[in-house]
Structures are given as structure tokens and as C-alpha cells.
């Protein structure tokens, strides 16, 4: 049983090769360091004692191994026992409803695959103190997220990977944007359980082509040409 991090990657987000062999809360509190010390701190409150997070379980000198990791992302979330959600730009007191979380590419999977999720602020306070132990539970969050994200609270309690509602799984993706172009397509396999090859390198118009061609091959529905 492992908990995982969602959380917006930032300047000196640690890498395998820096944690690796090394105590972690002995290490520097700079950059993403401390935002690691303090998911890590989070997960031992809850009562885990394996915490996974995405910037440093890749060894990114091997391209095989990364390729592989980037497709395995949605089952690390999917197969966790909770999900740690991290905004670091929502006070304790705002609305996550403007937070870039929600315009990220691979956090919609982080949202969508976890059974259960707990939305942390800044400070690293529990968002609006509310202390139940699945956010995605709660009807208020689940409202918020609703009209945050346009995905209906039915799909947001209980996601299922695969092909039912293309368009709108599309749709959803939209509005995000990933720092690497591809990426928006790569973050989406999970989410309709496809599996294809990660080429680094190749234009996000071919990495969405292969993605649609994919979804249409095997669900017949062209509508996804109109998303």
C-alpha cells in the first residue's frame, strides 16, 4: 500500500539520481526538495509508509525505462491506496477553482484515476479543513470540482478507463496544456486504456493522430474527429 503525489513540477524538482541512497529529510528544503520532504511527511501522517512520487521514481537516463514509466503513470495512481494533491498556488482560505493544477495535461489522470484523493493547500493544510478521508467523497468538493473542470461528478467519484464518452474524455483535455507538446496525447492513454509507443520527438499533431486513429479503430466512433 504507497501513496502518490500529484502536484504541478516547478524549478529544482529532484530526480531519481538525487535522492536516491540519501535520507530524504536530511536533504536540502530548496526547490521541490522541500515540497518532496513535505508529501513524504503528509503520507507518514496518514499512516503509509511508501510514498511515490512521479519526479523521481523514473531513471531518466535509460530510454527504455522512461518510455515505460510514461505509459504506466495512470496504474501507479489507479493502484494507489490515496492520492496526495498538492496546490501551491491556493491559500487556506481561497478556491482551488483557479489553481493551474486544473490546466495541466497529466494532472487530469492524477484526478481521474485514484480511488481516493485528498486536495492539500499551500500551506499544506487539508483543503477547507475538511477531514474526511476521500475529498472525491465529499459532495461539496465534488460540486466544486464539477464546475472546475466541466467533467460530471458521476466520472469524478467513479472513473473507468477506456472508450465510453470519447469526445467528452477529449473535451476534458482541452483546455490543458503540457510543457512537452506530445504530452497531451501521452497523458491520455491511460485514460482510454490504450496502449502505443511514446515517441519523444514527434509532433503533438502526429502523437493526437495516432491517439484518435487508435480510439477510432477500436470503439468506431468518428465523432472524436470533432472534439
Request: aromatic share 14%; net charge negative.
Amino acid at each position: 500500500r504507497f501513496v502518490t503525489f500529484s502536484h504541478r513540477w516547478g524549478e529544482g524538482e529532484p530526480s531519481l539520481r538525487d535522492i536516491e541512497g540519501h535520507p530524504i529529510y536530511v536533504m536540502s528544503t530548496s526547490g521541490g526538495f522541500g515540497k518532496l520532504q513535505a508529501f513524504c511527511l503528509a503520507t507518514r501522517e496518514r499512516g503509509y509508509l511508501w510514498a511515490w512520487s512521479d519526479t523521481c521514481y523514473i531513471d531518466k537516463d535509460s530510454s527504455a525505462e522512461f518510455q515505460e514509466a510514461v505509459g504506466s503513470m495512470f496504474s501507479w495512481y489507479r493502484r494507489s491506496a490515496l492520492t496526495i494533491a498538492y496546490f501551491s498556488d491556493v491559500p487556506d482560505t481561497d478556491s482551488f477553482r483557479d489553481s493551474e493544477w486544473f490546466r495541466r495535461g497529466w494532472t487530469l489522470q492524477e484526478l481521474l484515476a485514484p480511488e481516493r484523493l485528498l486536495f492539500y493547500t499551500q500551506t499544506w493544510s487539508l483543503y477547507k479543513n475538511l477531514t474526511s478521508s476521500n475529498h472525491k467523497a465529499d459532495v461539496t468538493v465534488l460540486e466544486e470540482l464539477e464546475g472546475t473542470t466541466g467533467i460530471e461528478s458521476r466520472f469524478l467519484a467513479s472513473f473507468s478507463p477506456g472508450m465510453d464518452d470519447a469526445r467528452s474524455r477529449l473535451q476534458w483535455a482541452s483546455l490543458r496544456c503540457t510543457t512537452r507538446p506530445e504530452d497531451i496525447a501521452y497523458s491520455l492513454f491511460g485514460i482510454f486504456n490504450i496502449h502505443l509507443p511514446v515517441l519523444y520527438g514527434e509532433s503533438a499533431e502526429n502523437a493526437l493522430g495516432r491517439l484518435l486513429a487508435e480510439i477510432i479503430s477500436q470503439s468506431g466512433n468518428i465523432s472524436v474527429l470533432d472534439w
